[in-house]
């Protein structure tokens, strides 16, 4: 017997309530409360989770179940009384990793960084790179030709001149997208290129969640006009290595992932050993420098760097 009365979407959250996006309407809404009798510290829904509601009013209502949910992009928040699991976004279809080519430099660790969260939580990554009106776009496709054999698409576009807004807005559409970068690099322009208005309300919600120390956490999934959805990622740098053992680390570097079980030594570091071949495949350059340098930088970097 059915003990619900409607299905939905989790689109907003603010201060304990849900708003609901559902077939026949949207609803703000509370949790059931023995859904909140959990172990673990943490949120219990996200923005994007799907959930069965009961009605309360014409527009309020009550969560009753949480449907399965497929992936996460969550984020350890340390507090006082130990650390509390954020779910930033339940159910994202992808990561869009956002940088400059330039103004700011685009920092190829911290993009590297991006990929393992994505790999971790089993969220594809698309690459923008923003700017392209200031940089000669052959010489910055060298830079980034390396991530689409990776399997991570790279779309190159300009806020200001125009360019590759179509592309992008083409990967968004009936999905829904977790957009993560640097600030400066243009992700407000080019939410707003892709429809305007959206960067405006993207930086609205993120610059309320981040004022202050005290802050009121608003969480929102912003639709977009041809389907799909669009959300902020806001302290990527908190964001999801917490849990990560430094042996798991190559498993979420697709070139390295395959190769380890090829090293001599089942417990190899990747560094030294004899036999290695991790450094044999970065010798032949089948391996990139750069991206082995990533690596290491997780794996060996001090230990701030992997926890964030
Ligand atoms: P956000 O912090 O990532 O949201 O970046 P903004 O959208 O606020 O843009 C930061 C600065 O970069 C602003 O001065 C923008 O005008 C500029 N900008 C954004 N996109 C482009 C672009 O494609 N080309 C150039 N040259 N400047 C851009
Ligand atoms: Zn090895």
């Not at 449907?67 to 006082?80: F, G, S």
């Not at 080519?101 to 994505?118: K, T, W, Y």
């Not at 993120?206 to 977009?224: C, D, I, Q, W």
């Not at 044999?280 to 991206?291: H, I, M, N, W």
């Amino acid at each position: 017997m059915k003990s619900f009365d409607l299905t939905g979407r989790i689109t907003r959250y603010q201060s304990g309530f849900f708003v609901v996006s559902t077939p026949e309407g949207v609803f703000t809404c509370v949790i059931r409360g023995r859904l909140k009798r959990r172990t673990f510290q943490g949120d219990i829904l996200g923005i994007g989770d799907d959930v069965n509601i009961t009605r309360l009013t014409a527009d309020t209502g009550v969560i009753e179940d949480i449907l399965p949910r497929k992936n996460a992009l969550v984020r350890m928040d340390p507090t006082p009384r130990g650390d509390y699991q954020q779910i930033l976004l339940a159910n994202p279809d992808q990561l869009v990793a956002i940088f400059a080519c330039a103004n700011p430099e685009p920092h190829l660790r911290m993009l590297d960084r991006f990929l393992v969260v994505g790999e971790k939580q089993r969220v594809p990554s698309l690459i923008v790179v923003n700017k392209v009106d200031l940089e000669n776009l052959e010489k910055v496709k060298e830079k980034f030709k390396i991530y689409p054999d990776l399997g991570y698409p790279v779309v190159y576009t300009s806020a200001k001149a125009g360019i590759g807004i179509e592309e992008l807005k083409a990967r968004l559409v009936n999905k829904i997208s977790a957009f993560a970068g640097p600030s400066g690099v243009g992700k407000s322009s080019l939410l707003n290129a892709i429809q305007p208005g959206l960067g405006v309300a993207v930086n609205e919600i993120s610059e309320a969640t981040n004022k202050g120390k005290h802050t009121t956490v608003v969480r929102e999934l912003f639709p977009l006009n041809e389907g799909g959805f669009v959300a902020d990622l806001p302290g990527i740098r908190r964001l999801a290595l917490w849990d990560t053992e430094p042996e798991e680390l190559d498993g979420y570097f697709p070139e390295l992932r395959d190769l380890v079980s090829e090293c001599q030594f089942n417990d190899c570091t990747h560094r030294n050993e004899p036999g290695c071949a991790v450094v044999a495949a970065v010798d032949t350059g089948k391996v990139s420098q750069e991206r082995y340098v990533s690596y290491l930088k997780l794996r060996y970097g001090d230990e701030a760097e992997l926890e964030g």
